[in-house]
């Protein structure tokens, strides 16, 4: 399937894909308002994680938070707020996602699904719950043949595999009809021959669901039905200041390079070739190829007129933060937000192959351009960055240069984190983020 269209009315979301390209979806959890004070501008400080009292998470209870990211990304943080809109997009065409889109077509459904099993409710490792989302959560071996891999398919879509052990009958037979489905269409297509080497089951539920329903929107309302997750929904490009573009975020962030025989191997994130130059701006395109310049999903801008803390995550810059910030009236939604009392920046502990030799001030800077984008209705001065973003928060022992005096030059406020104990570089962590939110 080459596309794909929503059939609902009423949303200004554009659904649609081509070959490495997705759009962005909102996964919604109920949450209502509260107004939090904001701390004044002053020297740096450093902030190391104390434990959390009761009075502190009824606090946190009362804040409500809008967090953009991508799915591997923001996927540690999700429990570090309790009344959170997240707003991801879909353009994680590697892996998995790529042998799919190769094979069937469709749009990316990598992080979507990434971020829909960790939003399946903590439940004890003998429930139903526990063992749906392991079934979904689980990849066939990536060091395995070929044919091994097939094996263990067949094993779990005639459902013989352990991993169906301790699913109700009921869900075990409508997961498994879709399956059933996602083989049924490889079959009509046996000549592009998917290797299920690696393989995300999950991805493949999901990809089966899309491609039945005709609808990604669809998709996600099955995905969240039978998992009990909560969820509510165009391709993306970059231009290089050489002129060359990008379409993709595969062949973006991390290409993937055609291997003899079948495989599809995605070189590591940690192990890229540097891009021929930086990154100019992002933009949509359609199947054709023409630049479009879509609207935001409607939740995701009223979550942003009605929330309180709004969290640019740690993620890929280029493919997982700025498709979510490239829409129509995002921009607007944002600085003009009485309800924000904050807007932060997670700093990520090492560039990748979208930022290569970026500092804090260029991520800053690459988000408030985006915002400022030649599309946007009424374009937002940028004498000030703080409309858009007031707040950065890194960790120590992080990589990316950090200039505290040009960042508070702009109006941003600077917040270094003692990270936990660790080994190699640090990370964000749901505990960390949680300690922060007493702040806002």
């Known amino acids: 399937m080459d596309s794909l269209f929503d059939a609902t009315p009423n949303t200004k979301s554009i659904l649609g894909a081509a070959r490495g390209v997705g759009f962005p979806t909102l996964i919604d959890e109920h949450y209502s308002s509260g107004l939090t004070s904001r701390p004044a501008l002053g020297n740096t400080p450093s902030f190391q994680t104390p434990p959390t009292t009761a009075n502190e998470l009824n606090h946190l209870d009362s804040i409500s938070f809008v967090l953009i990211s991508g799915g591997t990304g923001g996927n540690a ?15 994680d065409n590697g892996g998995s996602s790529s042998d799919i889109i ?81 083989e049924s269409e490889l079959l009509k297509r046996a000549h592009k021959n998917l290797t299920f080497v690696n393989g995300s089951i999950g991805n493949y539920v999901f990809a089966a669901a899309q491609g039945f329903f005709r609808s990604l929107s669809s998709a996600i309302f099955f995905f969240s039905s039978i998992t009990n997750s909560q969820a509510n929904m165009v391709t993306i490009a970059v231009e290089l200041e050489d002129g060359e573009r990008i379409v993709g975020q595969c062949d973006i962030s991390h290409p993937v390079a055609q291997i003899p025989a079948i495989n599809l191997v995605a070189e590591g994130k940690k192990d890229y070739k540097p891009l021929s130059s930086r990154i100019h701006r992002m933009f949509y395109i359609n199947t054709y ?64 192959r979208e930022t290569t030799g970026y500092s804090a001030v260029d991520c800053i800077q690459a988000i408030a351009r985006t915002l400022n984008s030649q599309y946007q209705p009424q374009p937002i001065s940028l004498g000030n960055a703080s409309t858009l973003v007031t707040d950065l928060v890194y960790l120590r022992g992080a990589i990316i240069s950090v200039d505290v005096g040009e960042i508070m030059a702009l109006g941003v406020r ?27």
């Open 102 to 182: 190769r094979v069937l077509g469709g749009p990316s459904i990598g992080d979507i699904r990434s971020r829909l099993v960790r939003l399946i409710p903590s439940a004890p490792p003998s429930s139903p719950w526990e063992a749906i989302r392991t079934l979904l959560a689980y990849r066939l071996p990536p060091h395995d043949s070929s044919r091994q891999a097939r094996g263990e398919w067949r094993d779990i879509v005639e459902g013989r595999s352990i991993l169906w052990n301790g699913i109700p009958t009921d869900r075990k037979e409508t997961i498994r009809g879709f399956l059933v489905y996602f």
């Open 289 to 352: 190829g023409i630049e479009i310049h879509p609207s935001s999903n409607p939740e995701s801008l009223s979550s942003l007129r009605t929330s309180n803390v709004l969290v640019y995550s740690c993620g890929s810059l280029w493919t997982s933060i700025i498709p979510c910030l490239a829409l129509r009236g995002v921009a607007r939604e944002i600085a003009g937000s009485v309800s924000l009392r904050a807007k932060i920046l997670l700093l990520n502990v090492e560039n990748n």
């Open 414 to 440: 600077c917040t270094e984190v003692i990270p936990e104990e660790y080994s190699g570089l640090p990370g964000f962590t749901a505990d960390t983020m949680k300690a922060q939110s007493r702040r806002f």
């Open 77 to 91: 943080l999700c429990t570090a707020f309790p009344k959170t809109c997240y707003v991801l997009p879909v353009s």
